[in-house]
């Protein structure tokens, strides 16, 4: 699965034209497709134990010694496990506008892998929007610096 690390944005932004395009915030962890974007992980050959992010290197299933993957799109919706409020600001490579202001960040169980990811929750969803067991989504949004990145939507 070869998805390219840029897409033609559907709408301007950040002052930008419409002929310009975006580029992944982590090429290689996320499809860039604007209306069902999708996670990249791996799947175990053998056992069949999803990962995220991808795992190349040997099964940490403790029952499995395989060290064949392939790459998988991961579920794009799952149910609220957990959730924080970020009260800090995040590392290098993202980039926070200034004044910081806090965000919510959501442990999504996926709904095929059975598996918990974390991700920011998109931007004007804090966590007194957030209940557990809540239906998400995975959407892509701009950064500051006007790379797309995955969050999380409540669906």
């Not at 930008?16 to 209306?35: C, F, I, N, S, V």
């Not at 095929?112 to 929750?121: D, N, P, Q, S, T």
Request: hydrophobic share 35%; with cysteine.
């Amino acid at each position: 699965m070869n998805k390219p690390d840029a897409v033609s944005k559907p709408e301007a932004a950040h002052g930008e034209d419409d002929a310009q395009l975006q580029t992944a915030l982590l090429p290689g962890w996320y499809t860039l497709d604007r209306d069902q974007p999708h996670l990249i992980g791996t799947r175990c050959k053998a056992c069949g134990t999803y990962y995220f992010p991808k795992q190349s290197t040997f099964c940490r299933n403790p029952d499995c010694a395989s060290d064949q993957f392939e790459e998988v799109e991961l579920s794009r919706t799952g149910k609220l496990w957990s959730w924080t409020n970020a009260c800090y600001k995040p590392p290098e490579p993202f980039v926070a506008a200034e004044p910081f202001v806090p965000y919510a960040i959501a442990a999504v169980e996926l709904a095929k892998e059975k598996m918990i990811v974390l991700g920011a929750v998109i931007d004007g969803v804090g966590v007194e929007k957030l209940k557990s067991g809540m239906s998400m989504e995975l959407k892509l949004e701009s950064t500051t610096d006007g790379k797309l990145t995955w969050k999380w939507k409540p669906a």
